[in-house]
């Protein structure tokens, strides 16, 4: 009797258990954070890497030879146009003048005396006209000889930052030589040169005349600037002009923009980035990077939730990208919603809980630069 009453509590049991392990487990919906779409005003920035290049650049190099005497600047400062830079041993070239001006002051005497024997006759014309010729060349040289005095001082061709000197005191230095002493450089304010693709120019043109962007306002010719290490250059340039042909070798035009360097904050061939901005799409659709997904093909889609709550899988096109978020040109429309997080435990078709989306970074469409990378290329 007792064996069977055991027995009954182990079928019990096992009918119990199969019928636990048989029953199915409540399904919960999964939350998702979504953003909903609307249209904005994008201004289109092409950004492009350049060098910085100075306004103007001048090689300074002696006129006369000779032996340097003294050095009258400070190495990596400031000078001015005309401001003496280096002193050449003027003996020889004071001596010169010194004889030619002698000279000249002879012939001058002697021109000045045949003058009224000419004019009585007591003396040929021919006599008197070589004395005026003799004094006329003379006073050439005087001027000639003083030209190459002043040149034993160095001065500065333009006003800039110069460099340090090539040459020491006692160095000699002759005329016409191809070694520079230093080098002047403007740099305030300074060039930015950069190159875009003529690719790139007739599609901007292209979507222009097609209506597709508007042309930007009177702010037009406004450039910024990046600078080696990310940061922002705090001055505003403008765009100063752009190039008419085409880089056979590159297929590139160049532009050159001109920004104020005050603090010389710009050096010459730094490496930056520039801003130039092209044009306004005034129904722009962004999106966060975080919703874009990739099929095998590499193709770009995100998840839009329909108003049943239920999640649709949408190929979308993409166009540059700001910052952290992508312009979207074809395939989402203002109002749709668009998850951005819970991305893994959603599919095509199933029911989602919504909740406001925590993006890190959506900046203003009209305050950052674009790059010209393109999800769907990749």
Same mark, same amino acid.
């Given at each position: 009797?007792?064996? &069977?009453?055991?027995?009954a509590s182990v079928v019990f049991?096992?009918?119990?258990?199969?019928?636990?392990?048989?029953?199915?487990?409540?399904?919960?919906?999964?939350?998702?954070?979504?953003?909903?779409?609307?249209?904005? /005003?994008v201004t289109l920035l092409t950004?492009?890497?350049?060098?910085?290049?100075?306004? &103007?650049?001048?090689?300074?190099?002696?006129?006369? !030879?000779?032996?340097?005497?003294?050095?009258?600047?400070?190495?990596?400062?400031?000078?001015?146009?005309? =401001?003496? *830079?280096?002193?050449?041993?003027?003996?020889?070239?004071?001596?010169?003048?010194?004889?030619?001006?002698?000279?000249?002051?002879?012939?001058?005497?002697?021109?000045?005396?045949? =003058? /009224?024997?000419?004019?009585?006759?007591?003396?040929?014309? =021919?006599?008197?006209?070589?004395?005026?010729?003799?004094?006329?060349?003379?006073?050439?040289?005087?001027?000639?000889? +003083?030209?190459?005095?002043?040149?034993?001082? %160095?001065?500065?061709?333009? #006003?800039?930052?110069? @460099?340090?000197? *090539?040459?020491?005191?006692?160095?000699?230095?002759?005329?016409?030589?191809?070694?520079?002493?230093?080098?002047?450089?403007?740099?305030?304010? $300074?060039?930015?040169?950069?190159?875009? @693709?003529?690719?790139?120019?007739?599609?901007?043109?292209?979507?222009?005349?097609?209506? +597709?962007?508007? +042309? $930007?306002?009177?702010?037009?010719?406004?450039?910024?600037? #990046?600078?080696?290490?990310?940061?922002?250059?705090?001055?505003?340039g403008k765009l100063a002009f752009?190039?008419?042909?085409?880089?056979?070798? #590159?297929?590139?035009?160049?532009?050159?923009?001109?920004?104020?360097?005050?603090?010389?904050?710009?050096?010459?061939?730094?490496?930056?980035?520039?801003?130039?901005?092209?044009?306004?799409?005034?129904?722009?659709?962004?999106?966060?990077?975080?919703?874009?997904?990739?099929?095998?093909?590499?193709? /770009?889609? $995100?998840?839009?939730?329909?108003?049943?709550?239920?999640?649709?899988?949408?190929? %979308?096109?993409?166009?540059?990208?700001? =910052?952290?978020?992508?312009?979207?040109?074809?395939?989402?429309?203002?109002?749709?919603?668009?998850?951005?997080?819970?991305?893994?435990?959603?599919? @095509?078709?199933?029911? %989602?809980?919504?909740?406001?989306?925590? $993006?890190?970074?959506?900046?203003?469409?009209? !305050?950052?630069?674009?790059?010209?990378?393109?999800? !769907?290329?990749?």
């Amino acid at each position: 009797m007792r064996m &069977k009453v055991i027995s009954a509590s182990v079928v019990f049991l096992l009918a119990a258990c199969d019928q636990g392990a048989t029953q199915p487990a409540a399904a919960t919906t999964p939350e998702v954070g979504i953003v909903t779409l609307k249209s904005e /005003p994008v201004t289109l920035l092409t950004q492009l890497p350049g060098r910085t290049t100075a306004v &103007k650049t001048a090689e300074v190099r002696p006129q006369v !030879s000779g032996v340097i005497q003294k050095l009258l600047f400070t190495e990596g400062g400031e000078v001015k146009a005309g =401001q003496p *830079l280096y002193q050449i041993d003027p003996a020889t070239y004071q001596a010169a003048y010194d004889k030619a001006h002698a000279t000249w002051q002879n012939d001058a005497g002697v021109a000045k005396r045949y =003058q /009224p024997l000419a004019a009585a006759h007591a003396i040929s014309q =021919q006599t008197y006209d070589d004395a005026v010729a003799a004094e006329r060349e003379a006073k050439a040289d005087v001027e000639s000889a +003083k030209v190459n005095l002043d040149y034993t001082l %160095v001065k500065a061709p333009i #006003t800039g930052h110069i @460099s340090r000197s *090539l040459v020491t005191e006692g160095a000699l230095v002759t005329s016409g030589q191809t070694d520079y002493l230093a080098t002047i450089q403007q740099l305030n304010p $300074v060039y930015v040169d950069v190159s875009e @693709s003529s690719t790139d120019l007739l599609r901007l043109r292209k979507a222009l005349a097609d209506g +597709k962007l508007e +042309k $930007v306002g009177d702010n037009a010719a406004a450039v910024k600037l #990046t600078l080696e290490d990310g940061s922002t250059y705090e001055q505003q340039g403008k765009l100063a002009f752009s190039e008419v042909n085409v880089d056979e070798a #590159t297929g590139s035009v160049v532009l050159r923009a001109v920004f104020p360097n005050p603090h010389n904050e710009l050096l010459p061939g730094m490496y930056v980035h520039a801003s130039f901005p092209q044009g306004v799409q005034q129904q722009g659709i962004m999106v966060p990077q975080e919703a874009i997904m990739h099929d095998s093909k590499g193709q /770009p889609y $995100v998840y839009v939730v329909k108003a049943d709550d239920s999640v649709e899988q949408r190929s %979308v096109t993409t166009g540059e990208m700001i =910052q952290a978020r992508w312009l979207i040109t074809r395939g989402l429309n203002s109002g749709e919603k668009v998850v951005v997080n819970g991305l893994q435990s959603v599919h @095509s078709g199933s029911k %989602v809980k919504t909740v406001a989306a925590n $993006v890190n970074d959506t900046p203003s469409a009209d !305050s950052v630069s674009l790059t010209m990378t393109d999800p !769907s290329a990749q």
